[in-house]
């Protein structure tokens, strides 16, 4: 439909405690949420070790192809965050100390009355011509550059980062749904649901099977941005539901004769 506004979204999730399993990602799922809400469409994820030349690879491919990336992870005190480095390559910019973020975790661990040692001042290290993501909960702040955004990967953290976000970024038209339950396996219904499918490339039609008891069963979610287009769409799925299960009275019919 001509009047549809489409935004697409990225993430890059970042860290070896990812890929060995220490860490069991949090932020994949709630960024999905606030995209839903914000009628932006998460189109890929990709999970990337903390290694330069890998997140600067993945980086690369993502912000060109996509209108958002966001990204979690690697911008701690440690030697091992090295995400505001890799973000600068990918940008051909230098990464240096922020005046503004320095300022502002100085004051924050003053007032604790602790040292803003040298592995803190990590965390106010940025891409040169970077904007700040402002960081309510422990004050390090995140970064914007171009079209990415860069955020922790501690989830409270990640979250509040993301809150401040969302209401600057560009919406598109929403997503609407509609499930359909349907007592059959995919087995039964794969075939005439893939051709309702094919007979309607604007929707994305979903199954996920279940199992209750000692029967299959499978749930269809209809999605689309034109309410009419998504009810016209689930009413062929439950015409489909009602001619197998007809089809299958008559076979029941035809072996008890």
């Not at 330069?52 to 979690?72: C, H, K, M, P």
């Not at 240096?96 to 661990?109: F, G, K, N, T």
């Amino acid at each position: 439909m001509t009047n549809e506004i489409i935004v697409t979204a990225a993430m890059l999730a970042i860290g070896d405690e990812l890929l060995s399993g220490r860490t069991k990602d949090k932020n994949i799922g709630h960024l999905a949420d606030v995209m839903l809400l914000s009628g932006i469409d998460l189109k890929e994820v990709r999970i990337v070790a903390d290694d330069e030349d890998a997140i600067v690879s993945a980086l690369n491919a993502l912000r060109g192809q996509y209108d958002y990336v966001f990204t979690s992870g690697g911008i701690g005190p440690t030697h091992d965050d090295i995400t505001a480095d890799a973000i600068a390559k990918a940008f051909g910019v230098a990464c240096e100390h922020d005046a503004e973020a320095m300022r502002l975790m100085a004051e924050m661990y003053a007032r604790r009355e602790m040292e803003f040692t040298e592995a803190r001042q990590r965390m106010a290290r940025m891409p040169v011509g970077s904007k700040h993501i402002a960081n309510p909960v422990s004050t390090a702040p995140g970064f914007n550059i171009g079209n990415v955004y860069v955020m922790a990967g501690v989830p409270q953290v990640f979250q509040a980062m993301l809150d401040n976000v969302a209401p600057t970024l560009r919406s598109g038209t929403r997503m609407l749904s509609a499930a359909i339950s349907c007592p059959y396996g995919e087995g039964e219904i794969g075939t005439p649901l893939g051709a309702i499918q094919k007979a309607h490339p604007d929707t994305s039609i979903g199954s996920y099977p279940r199992y209750i008891g000692q029967s299959f069963s499978t749930e269809i979610v209809v999605r689309g941005r034109s309410a009419e287009l998504v009810e016209s769409v689930a009413a062929e799925v439950r015409a489909m539901i009602e001619t197998i299960r007809q089809a299958k009275a008559k076979e029941n019919q035809s072996a008890e004769a």
